[in-house]
């Protein structure tokens, strides 16, 4: 069974430009959440997705961010127009019905120029 | 709400030495606690879990952790350390399960404690 699955692991971008940040998550799973680990700090939560539904998005900053975790495909965290507070590295993980326990992905970590 | 205090930034010790990392937590409600640890950019990786059975909660590489209600702590120890335990560790609380739904909702992170491990 693999494990969840972010792409890319390393993303470049200059001011203004868009990200976007991909998660498949584990066979089976059907929520994904999204976390933000900012340089030297913990991670801190942005939203959470069940299929085809936004659950809890209280941790996403109001404006450029979004998020969708459609019916097929992976879950996409999109940042438009993105600056360099954005630089972080973004984290995926996914957990079953029912269970509490989440599976972190490997990160996408971006960089803005 | 709930919240989660690791006391140590950083912690260092050397191989072959106990390890006790500290984290205290706040919250309502009985919540479940884990432990995860993070690799130098990598993932992050499940070391063990308290879900309100036994207070001691045994979890992978000889790391454990116990749980304690009158204290609101959930240390984790391992009785001798390896250089391959060198990564930051985060303690982390989740919420209560969101009532009528099918999952718990986000975890709420502690700042994390950077283990360095001499020979």
């Known amino acids: 069974n693999a494990g969840v699955m972010q792409n890319p692991r390393h993303l470049v971008r200059r001011r203004g430009q868009e990200a976007r940040l991909r998660c498949s998550p584990m066979?089976?799973?059907?929520?994904v959440y999204w976390y933000r680990q900012l340089p030297e700090e913990g991670l801190k939560f942005m939203v959470y997705?069940?299929?085809?539904?936004?659950?809890?998005e209280s941790g996403m900053p109001k404006e450029r961010f979004s998020a969708e975790f459609p019916k097929e495909g992976p879950s996409i965290l999109r940042i438009q127009q993105v600056v360099r507070g954005d630089s972080a590295a973004y984290f995926c993980?996914?957990?079953?019905?029912?269970?509490?326990?989440?599976?972190f992905g490997p990160g996408t970590r971006l960089l803005v120029l | 709400a709930q919240s989660v205090t690791q006391l140590d930034s950083h912690v260092s010790v050397s191989e072959g030495t106990p390890v006790l990392l500290r984290c205290n937590y706040s919250?309502?409600?009985?919540?479940?606690l884990f432990w995860y640890v993070q690799h130098p950019n990598k993932g992050l990786q499940l070391l063990l879990k308290?879900?309100?059975?036994?207070?001691l909660v045994k979890g992978i590489n000889g790391f454990e952790a116990e749980f304690k209600k009158s204290e609101t702590s959930f240390h984790l120890t391992k009785p001798s350390a390896h250089m391959s335990d060198a990564a930051e560790y985060f303690c982390?609380?989740?919420?209560?399960?969101?009532?009528?739904?099918?999952?718990?909702?986000?975890?709420?992170f502690g700042q994390g404690t950077i283990l360095t491990v001499h020979p």
């Open positions: 997705l069940q299929k085809e539904n936004i659950i809890d």
């Open positions: 993980a996914s957990s079953p019905p029912l269970q509490e326990t989440q599976y």
């Open positions: 308290y879900t309100s059975a036994a207070t």
């Open positions: 919250s309502s409600y009985s919540p479940s």
């Open positions: 982390v609380v989740s919420p209560q399960k969101i009532t009528g739904g099918t999952s718990y909702g986000k975890l709420t």
């Open positions: 066979k089976g799973h059907s929520h």
